[in-house]
Protein backbone atom coordinates (compact mmCIF):
# COMPACT_ATOMS: atom_id res chain seq x y z
CA UNK A 1 0.00 0.00 0.00
CA UNK A 2 1.55 3.67 -0.86
CA UNK A 3 0.20 6.13 1.35
CA UNK A 4 0.04 9.31 -0.03
CA UNK A 5 2.67 12.15 0.98
CA UNK A 6 2.61 16.33 0.85
CA UNK A 7 5.90 17.58 0.80
CA UNK A 8 6.10 20.99 2.22
CA UNK A 9 9.27 22.66 1.57
CA UNK A 10 9.92 25.74 3.66
CA UNK A 11 12.46 28.54 1.92
CA UNK A 12 13.59 32.18 2.35
CA UNK A 13 15.27 33.34 -1.08
CA UNK A 14 16.19 29.64 -2.06
CA UNK A 15 19.24 27.89 -1.22
CA UNK A 16 21.50 26.06 -3.74
CA UNK A 17 20.27 23.33 -3.41
CA UNK A 18 16.57 23.74 -3.62
CA UNK A 19 16.55 22.68 -7.30
CA UNK A 20 17.71 19.75 -6.71
CA UNK A 21 15.32 19.22 -3.65
CA UNK A 22 12.34 19.69 -5.18
CA UNK A 23 13.20 17.33 -8.10
CA UNK A 24 14.37 14.83 -5.54
CA UNK A 25 10.56 15.18 -3.87
CA UNK A 26 8.96 15.30 -6.94
CA UNK A 27 10.11 11.88 -7.79
CA UNK A 28 8.55 10.48 -5.00
CA UNK A 29 5.37 8.01 -5.99
CA UNK A 30 2.30 9.26 -5.09
CA UNK A 31 3.24 12.70 -3.33
CA UNK A 32 3.25 16.08 -4.20
CA UNK A 33 5.02 19.06 -3.29
CA UNK A 34 4.32 22.65 -1.73
CA UNK A 35 6.36 25.21 -1.66
CA UNK A 36 6.33 28.20 0.42
CA UNK A 37 8.30 30.84 -0.25
CA UNK A 38 8.79 33.56 3.33
CA UNK A 39 10.87 35.62 0.78
CA UNK A 40 11.62 36.78 -2.83
CA UNK A 41 12.65 33.92 -4.84
CA UNK A 42 14.01 36.39 -7.27
CA UNK A 43 15.46 34.26 -10.02
CA UNK A 44 15.53 30.92 -8.50
CA UNK A 45 14.41 28.04 -10.74
CA UNK A 46 11.30 25.84 -9.83
CA UNK A 47 10.58 22.95 -11.73
CA UNK A 48 7.19 22.58 -13.04
CA UNK A 49 4.63 20.71 -11.10
CA UNK A 50 5.91 22.23 -7.51
CA UNK A 51 2.59 24.37 -6.02
CA UNK A 52 4.12 27.93 -4.76
CA UNK A 53 2.64 29.78 -1.95
CA UNK A 54 4.07 33.00 -1.35
CA UNK A 55 2.81 36.58 -0.56
CA UNK A 56 2.50 36.12 3.08
CA UNK A 57 5.34 37.49 4.24
CA UNK A 58 7.76 35.88 6.60
CA UNK A 59 5.87 33.84 8.58
CA UNK A 60 8.72 31.60 9.71
CA UNK A 61 8.92 27.66 9.99
CA UNK A 62 6.19 26.86 11.38
CA UNK A 63 3.12 29.18 10.30
CA UNK A 64 4.60 28.04 6.54
CA UNK A 65 3.97 24.24 6.93
CA UNK A 66 0.44 25.26 8.59
CA UNK A 67 -0.61 27.53 5.71
CA UNK A 68 0.72 24.88 2.98
CA UNK A 69 -1.14 22.00 4.79
CA UNK A 70 -4.73 24.26 4.85
CA UNK A 71 -3.88 24.79 1.24
CA UNK A 72 -3.86 21.10 0.74
CA UNK A 73 -6.70 20.29 2.72
CA UNK A 74 -8.51 23.14 0.93
CA UNK A 75 -7.74 21.80 -2.39
CA UNK A 76 -8.29 18.21 -1.41
CA UNK A 77 -11.99 19.11 -0.06
CA UNK A 78 -12.74 20.96 -3.70
CA UNK A 79 -11.55 17.94 -5.80
CA UNK A 80 -13.99 16.40 -3.56
CA UNK A 81 -16.96 18.50 -3.87
CA UNK A 82 -16.80 18.55 -7.66
CA UNK A 83 -16.38 14.73 -8.18
CA UNK A 84 -19.59 14.26 -5.54
CA UNK A 85 -21.29 17.16 -8.11
CA UNK A 86 -20.17 14.53 -11.01
CA UNK A 87 -17.19 16.33 -12.89
CA UNK A 88 -14.94 14.35 -13.92
CA UNK A 89 -11.03 13.50 -12.63
CA UNK A 90 -10.29 16.07 -15.09
CA UNK A 91 -11.42 18.53 -12.69
CA UNK A 92 -8.55 17.73 -10.23
CA UNK A 93 -6.32 20.86 -8.92
CA UNK A 94 -3.20 20.32 -10.89
CA UNK A 95 -0.07 18.90 -9.61
CA UNK A 96 -2.95 16.94 -6.84
CA UNK A 97 -1.47 13.42 -6.36
CA UNK A 98 -5.23 12.14 -6.31
CA UNK A 99 -8.13 12.71 -4.27
CA UNK A 100 -8.65 13.70 -0.96
CA UNK A 101 -6.30 14.85 2.01
CA UNK A 102 -2.39 13.42 2.13
CA UNK A 103 -1.68 10.69 4.43
CA UNK A 104 1.66 12.22 5.40
CA UNK A 105 2.55 15.19 5.49
CA UNK A 106 6.98 15.51 4.85
CA UNK A 107 8.14 18.37 6.84
CA UNK A 108 11.65 20.02 4.90
CA UNK A 109 13.87 22.78 5.10
CA UNK A 110 15.32 24.05 1.65
CA UNK A 111 18.92 22.75 2.26
CA UNK A 112 18.06 19.62 3.00
CA UNK A 113 18.87 17.14 0.16
CA UNK A 114 17.60 13.71 -0.24
CA UNK A 115 19.62 10.94 -2.00
CA UNK A 116 17.91 8.92 -4.78
CA UNK A 117 17.64 5.78 -2.56
CA UNK A 118 16.06 7.68 0.15
CA UNK A 119 13.38 9.29 -2.08
CA UNK A 120 12.72 5.56 -4.00
CA UNK A 121 11.87 4.08 -0.74
CA UNK A 122 9.92 6.70 0.83
CA UNK A 123 6.25 5.57 -0.52
CA UNK A 124 6.98 2.18 1.29
CA UNK A 125 8.92 3.17 4.02
CA UNK A 126 5.89 5.23 5.55
CA UNK A 127 3.62 2.16 4.64
CA UNK A 128 5.59 -0.12 6.69
CA UNK A 129 5.08 1.67 10.35
CA UNK A 130 1.97 0.20 12.14
CA UNK A 131 -0.80 3.11 12.23
CA UNK A 132 0.62 3.20 16.52
CA UNK A 133 3.20 5.64 14.64
CA UNK A 134 2.50 9.14 14.31
CA UNK A 135 5.93 10.57 13.15
CA UNK A 136 9.29 9.57 11.93
CA UNK A 137 12.75 10.78 12.28
CA UNK A 138 15.72 10.19 9.71
CA UNK A 139 19.31 10.31 9.69
CA UNK A 140 21.69 13.03 8.63
CA UNK A 141 24.63 12.29 6.90
CA UNK A 142 27.79 14.40 8.02
CA UNK A 143 28.58 16.92 5.39
CA UNK A 144 32.45 17.13 4.11
CA UNK A 145 32.94 20.69 4.95
CA UNK A 146 30.25 21.05 7.72
CA UNK A 147 29.81 19.66 11.13
CA UNK A 148 28.26 16.57 11.99
CA UNK A 149 24.63 15.84 11.31
CA UNK A 150 22.20 16.73 13.98
CA UNK A 151 19.46 14.89 13.61
CA UNK A 152 17.59 14.35 16.70
CA UNK A 153 17.59 16.23 19.95
CA UNK A 154 15.98 15.88 23.71
CA UNK A 155 13.29 17.63 25.18
CA UNK A 156 14.09 20.33 26.91
CA UNK A 157 13.99 19.89 31.20
CA UNK A 158 16.04 21.34 33.77
CA UNK A 159 17.90 17.64 33.89
CA UNK A 160 18.44 17.19 30.05
CA UNK A 161 19.52 20.88 29.85
CA UNK A 162 22.19 20.14 32.63
CA UNK A 163 23.54 16.80 31.06
CA UNK A 164 23.78 18.91 27.81
CA UNK A 165 25.67 21.69 29.06
CA UNK A 166 28.36 18.98 30.75
CA UNK A 167 28.98 16.36 28.58
CA UNK A 168 27.14 17.47 25.27
CA UNK A 169 23.48 16.65 23.53
CA UNK A 170 24.51 13.18 22.31
CA UNK A 171 24.95 12.45 25.99
CA UNK A 172 21.44 13.46 26.96
CA UNK A 173 19.98 11.84 23.93
CA UNK A 174 21.43 8.68 25.29
CA UNK A 175 20.69 9.05 28.55
CA UNK A 176 16.66 9.95 27.53
CA UNK A 177 16.06 8.15 24.40
CA UNK A 178 12.11 8.22 25.33
CA UNK A 179 12.59 12.35 25.40
CA UNK A 180 14.17 12.40 21.88
CA UNK A 181 12.35 13.97 19.10
CA UNK A 182 13.61 14.62 15.01
CA UNK A 183 14.61 18.05 14.08
CA UNK A 184 12.66 20.00 12.25
CA UNK A 185 14.53 20.20 9.06
CA UNK A 186 13.16 16.91 7.77
CA UNK A 187 10.53 14.48 9.65
CA UNK A 188 7.72 12.84 8.66
CA UNK A 189 3.72 13.30 10.34
CA UNK A 190 1.06 11.72 9.64
CA UNK A 191 -1.75 14.71 8.41
CA UNK A 192 -4.15 13.53 10.70
CA UNK A 193 -1.69 13.78 13.89
CA UNK A 194 -0.61 17.24 12.65
CA UNK A 195 -4.26 18.69 12.68
CA UNK A 196 -5.59 17.29 15.96
CA UNK A 197 -2.06 19.27 17.47
CA UNK A 198 -3.23 22.10 15.95
CA UNK A 199 -0.06 21.83 13.43
CA UNK A 200 2.65 24.15 14.82
CA UNK A 201 2.13 27.00 17.04
CA UNK A 202 2.17 30.40 15.10
CA UNK A 203 3.47 32.06 18.35
CA UNK A 204 6.91 30.48 17.48
CA UNK A 205 8.91 32.63 14.57
CA UNK A 206 11.81 30.76 13.98
CA UNK A 207 12.84 27.61 16.28
CA UNK A 208 11.48 25.63 19.08
CA UNK A 209 8.31 24.85 17.05
CA UNK A 210 9.31 21.31 16.40
CA UNK A 211 10.21 21.10 20.23
CA UNK A 212 6.76 22.52 20.82
CA UNK A 213 5.30 20.18 18.81
CA UNK A 214 6.68 16.72 19.97
CA UNK A 215 5.99 17.81 23.64
CA UNK A 216 2.39 18.12 22.77
CA UNK A 217 2.59 15.24 20.32
CA UNK A 218 4.23 13.04 23.49
CA UNK A 219 1.67 14.88 26.13
CA UNK A 220 -1.30 13.14 24.19
CA UNK A 221 0.32 9.63 24.03
CA UNK A 222 2.03 9.81 20.29
CA UNK A 223 4.78 7.74 19.17
CA UNK A 224 7.25 8.24 17.08
CA UNK A 225 9.42 5.97 14.92
CA UNK A 226 12.99 6.41 13.45
CA UNK A 227 14.00 5.32 10.34
CA UNK A 228 17.24 2.88 9.86
CA UNK A 229 21.06 4.35 9.10
CA UNK A 230 20.17 2.93 5.19
CA UNK A 231 17.78 5.93 4.89
CA UNK A 232 19.48 9.10 5.69
CA UNK A 233 19.48 12.49 4.31
CA UNK A 234 21.78 15.50 4.15
CA UNK A 235 21.66 18.75 5.65
CA UNK A 236 23.85 21.43 5.43
CA UNK A 237 22.35 23.81 8.13
CA UNK A 238 22.51 27.45 8.20
CA UNK A 239 22.33 28.49 4.39
CA UNK A 240 19.31 30.15 4.59
CA UNK A 241 20.72 32.47 7.39
CA UNK A 242 23.72 32.32 7.57
CA UNK A 243 25.64 33.57 10.75
CA UNK A 244 22.92 36.31 11.45
CA UNK A 245 23.32 38.04 14.83
CA UNK A 246 19.84 38.67 15.01
CA UNK A 247 18.42 34.83 14.52
CA UNK A 248 21.09 34.08 17.55
CA UNK A 249 18.99 36.13 19.66
CA UNK A 250 16.05 35.02 18.19
CA UNK A 251 17.02 31.63 19.08
CA UNK A 252 16.94 32.46 22.92
CA UNK A 253 14.02 34.37 22.46
CA UNK A 254 12.13 31.29 20.85
CA UNK A 255 13.60 29.44 23.94
CA UNK A 256 11.60 31.64 26.78
CA UNK A 257 8.09 31.59 24.33
CA UNK A 258 8.65 27.82 25.24
CA UNK A 259 9.53 28.03 28.65
CA UNK A 260 6.12 29.98 29.22
CA UNK A 261 3.73 27.13 26.94
CA UNK A 262 5.80 24.34 28.84
CA UNK A 263 5.87 25.77 32.20
CA UNK A 264 3.59 23.08 33.50
CA UNK A 265 5.89 20.54 32.74
CA UNK A 266 9.47 21.80 32.52
CA UNK A 267 8.99 23.78 35.75
CA UNK A 268 10.14 27.28 36.51
CA UNK A 269 13.54 26.26 36.99
CA UNK A 270 14.29 25.72 33.57
CA UNK A 271 14.65 29.51 32.10
CA UNK A 272 17.60 29.64 34.77
CA UNK A 273 19.15 25.91 34.49
CA UNK A 274 19.08 27.03 30.36
CA UNK A 275 20.94 30.85 31.13
CA UNK A 276 23.68 28.81 32.68
CA UNK A 277 24.17 26.45 30.45
CA UNK A 278 24.25 29.65 27.58
CA UNK A 279 26.90 31.76 30.07
CA UNK A 280 28.75 28.28 30.50
CA UNK A 281 29.26 27.63 26.71
CA UNK A 282 29.81 31.61 26.54
CA UNK A 283 32.84 31.21 29.12
CA UNK A 284 34.07 27.87 27.42
CA UNK A 285 33.88 29.60 23.97
CA UNK A 286 35.98 32.12 24.99
CA UNK A 287 38.55 30.44 26.78
CA UNK A 288 38.91 28.18 24.09
CA UNK A 289 39.60 30.67 21.21
CA UNK A 290 36.54 30.64 19.60
CA UNK A 291 34.96 34.13 19.61
CA UNK A 292 32.40 33.95 16.88
CA UNK A 293 30.68 31.32 18.90
CA UNK A 294 31.39 33.01 21.89
CA UNK A 295 28.98 35.46 20.88
CA UNK A 296 26.54 33.40 19.18
CA UNK A 297 25.77 31.85 22.81
CA UNK A 298 26.22 35.02 24.23
CA UNK A 299 23.24 36.40 21.83
CA UNK A 300 21.15 33.89 22.53
CA UNK A 301 21.55 34.31 26.28
CA UNK A 302 20.16 38.21 25.31
CA UNK A 303 17.48 36.67 23.80
CA UNK A 304 16.15 35.01 26.43
CA UNK A 305 16.19 36.95 28.84
CA UNK A 306 15.09 39.74 26.59
CA UNK A 307 12.01 37.20 25.79
CA UNK A 308 11.64 36.19 29.55
CA UNK A 309 11.60 39.50 30.50
CA UNK A 310 9.41 41.08 27.84
CA UNK A 311 6.48 38.41 26.12
CA UNK A 312 5.58 40.73 23.28
CA UNK A 313 9.27 41.65 22.85
CA UNK A 314 9.75 40.36 19.04
CA UNK A 315 13.19 42.37 18.04
CA UNK A 316 12.62 40.38 14.32
CA UNK A 317 9.62 42.26 13.30
CA UNK A 318 11.74 45.24 12.60
CA UNK A 319 14.97 43.77 11.44
CA UNK A 320 15.98 43.09 7.74
CA UNK A 321 14.25 39.71 8.18
CA UNK A 322 11.28 41.17 8.52
CA UNK A 323 8.53 39.25 10.82
CA UNK A 324 5.59 39.06 10.50
CA UNK A 325 4.29 39.45 13.77
CA UNK A 326 2.84 36.90 16.22
CA UNK A 327 -0.57 38.22 15.95
CA UNK A 328 -0.83 37.66 12.54
CA UNK A 329 1.34 34.29 12.11
CA UNK A 330 -1.42 33.31 14.46
CA UNK A 331 -4.41 34.33 11.90
CA UNK A 332 -2.66 33.06 9.34
CA UNK A 333 -1.10 29.54 10.62
CA UNK A 334 -4.36 28.27 12.29
CA UNK A 335 -5.82 25.16 11.20
CA UNK A 336 -9.30 23.39 11.20
CA UNK A 337 -8.96 20.22 13.68
CA UNK A 338 -10.88 17.58 13.35
CA UNK A 339 -14.65 17.65 14.25
CA UNK A 340 -14.11 15.77 17.35
CA UNK A 341 -11.21 17.65 18.76
CA UNK A 342 -11.94 21.07 20.71
CA UNK A 343 -11.08 24.44 18.46
CA UNK A 344 -9.24 26.13 20.93
CA UNK A 345 -5.87 28.57 20.48
CA UNK A 346 -2.96 27.65 22.67
CA UNK A 347 -2.80 27.79 26.31
CA UNK A 348 -0.29 30.34 27.05
CA UNK A 349 0.06 29.03 30.52
CA UNK A 350 1.71 26.05 29.12
CA UNK A 351 0.76 22.19 28.28
CA UNK A 352 -1.68 20.99 31.10
CA UNK A 353 -0.41 17.62 30.86
CA UNK A 354 2.25 15.33 31.34
CA UNK A 355 4.62 13.97 28.77
CA UNK A 356 3.40 10.44 28.02
CA UNK A 357 6.03 7.22 28.91
CA UNK A 358 7.76 4.69 26.59
CA UNK A 359 6.79 6.35 22.61
CA UNK A 360 7.55 3.43 20.87
CA UNK A 361 10.48 3.30 18.82
CA UNK A 362 9.81 1.27 15.47
CA UNK A 363 12.94 0.70 13.22
CA UNK A 364 12.47 -1.00 9.66
CA UNK A 365 14.72 -3.63 8.10
CA UNK A 366 17.75 -2.19 7.34
CA UNK A 367 18.02 -3.28 3.74
CA UNK A 368 14.69 -3.66 2.92
CA UNK A 369 11.16 -3.42 3.26
CA UNK A 370 9.18 -6.35 3.36
CA UNK A 371 5.70 -6.89 1.77
CA UNK A 372 3.52 -7.61 5.18
CA UNK A 373 0.24 -5.67 6.22
CA UNK A 374 0.84 -3.34 9.20
CA UNK A 375 0.57 -4.58 12.61
CA UNK A 376 -2.82 -3.34 14.23
CA UNK A 377 -2.86 -0.25 16.36
CA UNK A 378 -1.47 -0.96 19.77
CA UNK A 379 -3.38 0.26 22.46
CA UNK A 380 -2.02 3.98 23.14
CA UNK A 381 -1.97 5.76 27.02
CA UNK A 382 -4.61 7.86 27.64
CA UNK A 383 -3.98 10.86 25.93
CA UNK A 384 -2.66 13.48 28.45
CA UNK A 385 -2.73 11.04 31.60
CA UNK A 386 0.82 10.29 31.94
CA UNK A 387 3.05 10.30 34.69
CA UNK A 388 4.71 13.85 35.30
CA UNK A 389 8.14 14.98 33.37
CA UNK A 390 10.16 14.15 36.48
CA UNK A 391 9.00 10.58 37.23
CA UNK A 392 9.55 10.07 33.57
CA UNK A 393 13.28 11.40 33.88
CA UNK A 394 13.95 9.01 36.79
CA UNK A 395 12.79 5.80 34.40
CA UNK A 396 15.45 3.75 33.13
CA UNK A 397 16.60 3.81 29.35
CA UNK A 398 15.84 1.22 27.73
CA UNK A 399 18.52 -0.88 25.84
Known sequence: ?????????????????????????????????????????DQTAVP????????????????????AVRHVLAEAAGAGERLEAGEGPGARPAGSAGDGAPEWVLVVNSD???????????????????????AVGFPF?????????????????????????VRGEVAAVARWPHLRYPVGAFFAIRTQTFLELGGFDPSFWMYYEETDLFARLYASGGRIAWADDEWPVVHVGGETVGRSPMLHTELGRAAAVYARRHRVTIGRSWPAVHAAQLGLLTARKIATGRPHDARRAARMLVGLLGGLARPSWEPAVASRWQAIPAETRLRLGHLPRPHHQPDEQPDEA??????????????????????????????????????????????????
Open 1 to 41: MMHSLCSVVVSHGGSSHLYELLTSLLSIKGGRVVLVENGPL
Open 48 to 67: DGVRIVEGQGNVGYGTAVNI
Open 112 to 134: VTIPTRTAAVLPELLAWYPPSVD
Open 141 to 165: LDTPDGPPGRSRAVLPTPRTNAVTA
Open 350 to 399: GLEAAISPVPAVVTPPPRSIPAIPAPARVTDPIRGAGPDLEALLRRTPRG
